[in-house]
């Protein structure tokens, strides 16, 4: 046994399970080395979710990120030799229309991000999986590179650690548990054992359903909540008798009934002779805190097997017996079957990336098997160069809000996600119906009083539309359509587009207290915003100026937009709800590493927003101001930021615009928002839903989007969004910008595309809400630019004023020209697009009030 070592460069916590142990593998390929990795278990783990996970793969995800991960773990199992590509079908079962159509939406997604997902027929189904009751279904979808890591992900681990510890750079220790962390100056310097203390430049916690444990002792928590997922087995079937095989047949999924199947092969092998059947509950899901997880000597299994009482899941096991009789015919093995912990999460994603309150501490949990390969590359490079080749912002720990870091915000979202696991399918646009209400802008009851139709985003209540504006159905009837398929009708309110329309005839409010917004104070506040921005900050010049701006990250791509307002003595970022605490945490970081003396303050919740625009906004706002001479125009110059007093309340009002109209943000202290809210309803003004600021008229605007439309894998200028000269002074991946800007041209554009024709094959108008891969008409292919990146819509909304289905989306060079005919698919069916515009190209003028030819 070797000496337990006194210090390390690096120490992962929880090596023993797939994703410790793919960490591990993932930075000595990185060149790290002196990396230490202790479990509190076995290693490989013999009480953690790896020890008796099901080990299947799909690579069915409706994100990128998420796609890439499964799709480089199946690689990666493979090329070690412990990967069965034996496919997987997932099923529809007759009657069951709305699990079809996931299924088809399944095949968009799949074209999009580069897997082989297709749908296939019920016989085509039967063939590959005679297990099937062929009259049971209508469809399927085969995945042709789903299939099982072989024999075990727990063997995978332990044969990843043995690999490091040859190579000198991997020292791990077994039945080790991280007892504290060791902390000086906000910073993690060492874990202490009972062997003994470990010091550390870096820790990284690995540690599964006991990851929230370790998190505690930093002073914070992890966005996961362990449950029970019942896996049954059924037995003996000796159908691979003799043929050395872990699996026979296809995977199955059957999620309208959230449950799968497979075989497990020979009797000879791992698990073998028998039929796994596993399901997740979508009624009363079973959730366990951490710290009520038994121990290992308390445990009939292990900490993380629980018992299964066979009546808890006969109704869902009856409707499998339907579907595979083989079920019913076969015996049930008890001593087998067992309720499983796995980790459930409050957004559906895992959380990687450095705590909020350690620098050196970094997460990497709630990831499942298909994924632990890939997200141990994603932390490894992370570690190394501080950036992933692909966006992590779905991953990245510092999404969340300090809200959605308390135990009981935790335990409610992780139920509901819970309970949709498999089933049902879930609407891009579909809300969370726990934890609502956390945050409403003052005037919140007022809207309700109109009838609002509230979403919500970073915790506040959006109204996308008001009922009390029906009456604007009638007056554009002729150009709000009526969404026949209910897809495309889910989650949203066909008043919306109506008053857009009476917007842009007029003038209209619209609440926009979600903006998250940071103070940054201190004397290199200045210097901290320039290093950052791209855009000028430093001058005089620019007090008193609205700037909208990017934060480029080292290798030149576009990490972040927002708009700073640069004060006297700070600047205000004012930023998305959903961006904003990324960026927070991002510019913390940023100004400790470079020894700046600023202080940064998160002021969201003290403040509040107004929108107000349209061809009358001046004249209607002139009614309600103190001075309305100084809303003039030559007064009150575009981007300018100025204080205003309206109904005896100080306001800070910033002229511009996220909709086209003329108007302005209007910016006050969250206790004078209702008093400025109702001088400007008194004027007879109409409220008008966030649908059309941050959908349809963003889009007939050609407007981007952070963390759709602008991510880092495009850099400034295929966005075209970069600035007709680069500033003088230094900013962070400054130097990669030039030489993009040296290019003859882009490999790739952002650019507009409508659908030229939306009646679906049944006749149907569609209006897609969906992510849809974008091809050549002629080959059907997707279009993949000369750096690899595949085109699909990164937002897609219908335009009221144009009166078309819009999206942008980034085409390669040789594609993005004007007028040239694509095509999407949309639930798996094809659909003519046209370029409408190369870059930054709006469709609508609003000082012409008409659409562009």
């Known amino acids: 046994m070797s000496a337990f070592p006194e210090r390390a460069r690096v120490v992962i916590v929880g090596l023993g399970g797939i994703v410790g142990a793919s960490v591990a ?6 060149g ?70 996931e299924l088809r939406r399944r095949c968009d997604s799949g074209r999009a991000f580069g897997t082989n997902v297709r749908m296939i027929s019920a016989a085509e189904a039967k063939e590959k999986f005679p297990l099937l009751e062929q009259d049971q279904i209508q469809g399927a979808m085969w995945d042709p590179d789903a299939g099982l890591v072989t024999p075990r992900s727990q063997t995978v681990a332990g044969k990843l650690v043995d690999q490091a510890e040859k190579t000198g750079k991997l020292r791990a220790f077994s039945n080790c548990p991280a007892l504290d962390l060791v902390q000086e100056n906000g910073r993690v310097v060492g874990v202490t054992t009972p062997r ?39 037995g003996p079937y000796d159908e691979f008798s003799g043929t050395g095989l872990e699996i026979g047949r296809p995977l199955l999924r059957d999620q309208g009934n959230s449950a799968y199947m497979r075989d497990t092969g020979d009797p000879s092998t791992t698990e073998g002779g028998q039929m796994e059947w596993g399901y997740y509950y979508e009624k009363e899901p079973r959730m366990v805190h951490p710290r009520d997880i038994l121990e290992k000597h308390q445990s009939r299994l292990s900490p993380s097997m629980r018992d299964l009482v066979l009546d808890d899941v006969i109704e869902p096991l009856e409707r499998a017996m339907e579907l595979t009789p083989i079920l019913a015919e076969l015996g049930f093995n008890q001593s087998h079957s067992f309720n499983g912990l796995l980790q459930a999460t409050t957004d559906g994603g895992p959380s990687l990336g450095e705590s909020r309150k350690l620098r050196g501490l970094w997460y990497a949990v709630a990831i499942w098997v298909k994924d632990g390969p890939g997200m141990g590359k994603l932390i490894a490079d992370w570690m190394t160069d501080g950036r992933t080749h692909l966006d992590h912002h779905g991953v990245d720990y510092a999404r969340f809000q300090d809200f959605q870091l308390t135990e009981d915000f935790i335990a409610g979202r992780c139920e509901e996600t819970a309970r949709k696991i498999y089933n049902p399918p879930i609407h891009p646009r579909e809300p969370f119906g726990n934890a609502r209400g956390i945050r409403r802008s003052p005037f919140y009851e007022r809207e309700v009083d109109l009838g609002g139709h509230f979403m919500e985003l970073g915790g506040w209540e959006r109204a996308h539309g008001y009922a009390a504006n029906n009456h604007l159905l009638d007056k554009y009837a002729d150009r709000v359509p009526v969404r ?30 979600h903006f998250h917004m940071t103070d940054i104070s201190g004397p290199d506040h200045v210097a901290l915003m320039e290093w950052l921005c791209a855009a000028k900050i430093g001058g005089d010049t620019m007090i008193g100026k609205g700037i909208y701006t990017h934060m480029l990250d080292d290798d030149g791509m576009v990490r972040a937009d927002f708009t700073v307002f640069r004060m006297a003595d700070r600047c205000r970022l004012v930023n998305g709800a959903d961006a904003g605490p990324r960026d927070l945490e991002y510019m913390k970081r940023t100004a400790q590493d470079r020894g700046l003396d600023v202080t940064i303050t998160d002021v969201t919740e003290g403040y509040t927003t107004i929108g107000i625009w349209g061809p009358n906004a001046r004249e209607t706002l002139k009614k309600v101001v103190a001075d309305p ?14 204080p205003i007093e309206i109904a005896g309340k100080p306001v800070t009002a910033f002229r511009i615009s996220y909709v086209g109209e003329q108007g302005w943000e209007l910016h006050m202290p969250y206790d004078d928002g209702l008093a400025v809210w109702d001088a400007l309803r008194d004027t007879g003004v109409m409220a008008m839903g966030v649908e059309t600021y941050a959908n349809s008229r963003r889009l007939e605007k050609s407007l981007r989007l952070q963390n759709a439309d602008l991510h880092t894998q495009y850099n400034l200028l295929e966005a075209d969004l970069a600035r007709p000269r680069v500033k003088e002074a230094d900013f962070r991946g400054k130097a990669r910008h030039l030489e993009y800007r040296a290019r003859d041209h882009q490999p790739a554009m952002l650019c507009t ?29 997707v279009l993949v630019d000369d750096l690899g990146r595949r085109s699909y819509t990164s937002s897609q909304a219908f335009g009221p004023s144009l009166g078309k289905n819009i999206m942008l989306a980034y085409l390669p060079h040789d594609y993005a020209q004007l007028g040239r005919s694509l095509q999407v698919t949309y639930f798996d069916e094809p659909f003519p697009v046209e370029v409408a515009g190369v870059g930054y190209a709006p469709l609508y003028d609003p000082q012409n009030l008409k659409p562009r030819s």
Request: a negative charge; aromatic letters at 10%.
């Open 484 to 513: 026949e398929n209910e897809w495309d009708n889910r989650h949203f309110w066909r008043v919306s587009n109506a008053e857009q329309l009476e917007m842009s005839s007029d003038c209209a409010i619209v609440n926009l207290s």
């Open 25 to 30: 593998h993932h930075l000595i390929e990185r």
């Open 629 to 642: 001479a100084g809303l003039d125009h030559d007064a009150f110059a575009f981007a300018a930021i100025k």
């Open 32 to 101: 790290w080395d002196d990396i230490v990795g202790i479990d509190k278990s076995g290693i490989p783990t013999d009480i953690g979710s790896t020890g008796h996970a099901s080990d299947f793969c799909y690579c069915t995800s409706h994100d990128q990120l998420s796609t890439w991960a499964t799709m480089y773990s199946v690689d990666f199992y493979e090329k070690m030799g412990h990967y069965s590509r034996i496919g997987g079908l997932e099923v529809a079962r007759v009657g069951d229309d709305e699990r079809m159509m």
């Open 753 to 781: 595309l409508v659908m030229t024709d939306n009646i679906d094959s049944h006749g149907v108008a569609r209006y897609p809400v969906n992510t849809m891969p974008v091809m050549d008409p002629d080959t059907g292919a």
């Open 196 to 234: 003994g203390t470990i010091l550390a430049d870096k820790v990284v916690v690995c540690a599964g359903l006991w990851g929230r444990l370790i998190a505690d002792m930093a002073g914070e928590d992890l966005p996961v909540m362990p449950v029970d997922h019942p896996l049954t087995f059924f």
